[in-house]
């Protein structure tokens, strides 16, 4: 079989040099790739929620097989479905089903049916494909749409795929295709889809299930997500990390009816000994007012001296970033607890962290090279070397690597600026490299 696409021309250009240009715009194709799990990405026209997709699956590691879990919005078909043989088109070709995982899958499952109908026309799989097939044209998939049932279904099918990926010996990435709150103001959608974030994040898919439910979250594909997180967490997933949140009001500038959109990963990386560090250092200190001591057994990364900063992130943005250009303690581990709590409650760009965000909040720390002189602006690269400006006592630094800085003027402009800088003094500069954590 064949299922065509539906909502080519619509959600998505139906033109494949058209959908190739547009998904181009959408995609960081330089950003760092993770070994995932899982991930949560949204399906509505490419227009409103193209950038969160495209954020999310740019920074993913592919596998051969995605198996992704959608809802089903047009109420055909049984109410919860997988195809296992055929292709589906899109205008950048044809993607096949992986039929041995999928009928593992069906052999496995006691809820999902073979099931076509269900597929032909629900657009939730679909909008996902041309992603896929941007960065890898030969990817295969197992669609499942899911429609009415109730939690223990949900968690038992995430348990019946994730069995089946074992039996196979698979790597496969499972997706669950999901928007989040519909047409409620932006206020209302922010703080609604933070909760259903929160659980997301903490793999508590329980609690997504209730949140949902007790607050009226109108997020189409909770089902999906749950069944995703179940079946991550049989996979041995430990962590989920919010990429990227925004609102079809963040595009079209109306704020008073807006979808909500979010890109999650996850991983089953644990959290690397400095970033667990900056985080507990954070909670202490934002719950108990008190400075933890560094951890009695130093790891190899915290014991030598180097400036280090510190950056916290939630729902996809900026929330603190505060660090030091070169060591101001004996460790590393004493430079990374002085800079988170600098970050959470000095950054004055930001109000104080609050123990209510605490949940939300994701870290980064950055350890940096010692600074070295450069010649000139040729010896710079926005991607691979941060850069510090100099001018007398004025300095100005900027990490490198950072969403929206391309270029090596734009990366001195803003460390000017930084450092009140003004464009005509003539400065001197500096470049270093990071080792980031996450």
Not at 167 to 180: P, W
Request: charge should be negative; charged fraction near 25%; aromatic fraction near 6%.
């Amino acid at each position: 079989m064949i299922r065509y696409p539906v909502v080519a021309g619509q959600f998505y250009p139906a033109s494949a040099s058209q959908l190739k240009a547009m998904i181009k715009t959408l995609v960081d194709e330089e950003a760092e790739k993770r070994e995932v799990v899982g991930l949560v990405s949204p399906h509505a026209g490419y227009v409103y929620s193209g950038p969160v997709a495209g954020a999310v699956i740019s920074r993913i590691k592919f596998k051969d097989t995605f198996i992704i879990l959608g809802p089903n919005h047009t109420g055909k078909g049984k109410p919860m479905s997988i195809m296992t043989e055929g292709v589906w088109q899109t205008p950048l070709g044809n993607v096949a089903i992986d039929s041995e995982l999928g009928k593992r899958i069906l052999a496995n499952s006691s809820h999902l049916q073979q099931d076509n109908a269900a597929h032909q026309y629900e657009h939730s799989i679909e909008v996902q494909l041309p992603f896929l097939q941007y960065f890898r044209p030969d990817i295969r998939i197992v669609p499942i749409t899911l429609a009415c049932g109730n939690g223990a279904a949900y968690r038992e099918i995430g348990k019946e795929i994730a069995r089946s990926v074992r039996e196979l010996g698979q790597e496969v990435v499972i997706m669950a295709s999901s928007d989040m709150t519909h047409y409620e103001s932006q206020a209302s959608a922010q703080q609604k889809d933070q909760q259903a974030i929160d659980a997301m994040l903490r793999l508590d898919e329980d609690e997504l299930l209730r949140r949902v439910k007790e607050l009226d979250i109108s997020m189409c594909g909770y089902a999906p997500t749950v069944c995703l997180i179940s079946a991550a967490k049989e996979l041995g997933a430990t962590a989920a990390e919010l990429v990227r949140y925004q609102t079809s009001g963040d595009i079209t500038g109306d704020y008073s009816s807006v979808v909500g959109y979010a890109g999650i990963i996850i991983t089953a990386v644990e959290m690397h000994p400095l970033v667990q560090l900056a985080k507990e250092t954070v909670e202490t200190y934002v719950k108990k007012g008190k400075v933890p001591s560094p951890p009695k057994e130093l790891a190899l990364e915290m014991k030598e001296k180097a400036g280090v900063f510190v950056s916290l992130h939630k729902l996809g943005g900026l929330r603190g970033c505060i660090g030091t250009f070169e060591p101001a303690a004996p460790n590393v581990a004493e430079e990374i607890i002085n800079n988170a709590i600098s970050a959470a409650t000095r950054d004055p760009r930001f109000l104080p962290v609050v123990p209510e965000e605490l949940a939300q909040l994701h870290y980064s720390v950055d350890v940096l090279t010692a600074p070295e002189p450069v010649k000139d602006e040729s010896q710079l690269d926005p991607k691979k070397y941060g850069v510090i400006v100099e001018y007398g006592f004025r300095r100005g630094l900027l990490l490198p690597d950072l969403a929206g800085v391309d270029t090596v003027d734009h990366q001195i402009d803003i460390c000017r600026q930084k450092a009140g800088i003004a464009p005509d003094e003539p400065i001197k500069l500096y470049r270093f490299k990071v080792n980031r954590y996450r």
